[in-house]
Nanobody, 119 residues
């Protein structure tokens, strides 16, 4: 069982930066692939970024590539999402998720943290 708690959301002006954190419980955090997803009002949840257990492999949605960076610190059981050059269209609730390496779907989800980007 893994519990995920996101933090770091807030209100930021367009062009600004923010870093989200996701703290995970459990002693097997390093064995999980971690991901960030987001859901804007009236829209479906969408993939943002993912990072493998080692942190050596990352993958991003085209909409955030070059602006967002996902990273993890296995010693701290934490995954991060550094967001730069923020745009109003980045406004959403951001969710952290975890899955075993070979799993297809993400099994564990956090409660989400709100990011609002003002123009």
């Amino acid at each position: 069982q893994v519990q995920l708690v996101e933090s770091g959301g807030g209100l930021v002006q367009a062009g600004g930066s923010l870093r989200l954190s996701c703290a995970a419980s459990g002693r097997t955090f390093s064995s999980y692939t971690m991901g960030w997803f987001r859901q804007a009002p009236g829209k479906e949840r969408e993939f943002v970024a993912t990072i493998d257990w080692s942190g050596g492999n990352t993958y991003y949605a085209d909409s955030v590539k070059g602006r967002f960076t996902i990273s993890r610190d296995n010693a701290k059981n934490t995954v991060y999402l550094q967001m730069n050059s923020l745009k109003p269209e980045d406004t959403a609730v951001y969710y952290c998720a975890a899955k075993k390496q070979m799993a297809i779907q993400y099994t564990y989800w956090g409660q989400g943290t709100q990011l609002t980007v003002s123009s």
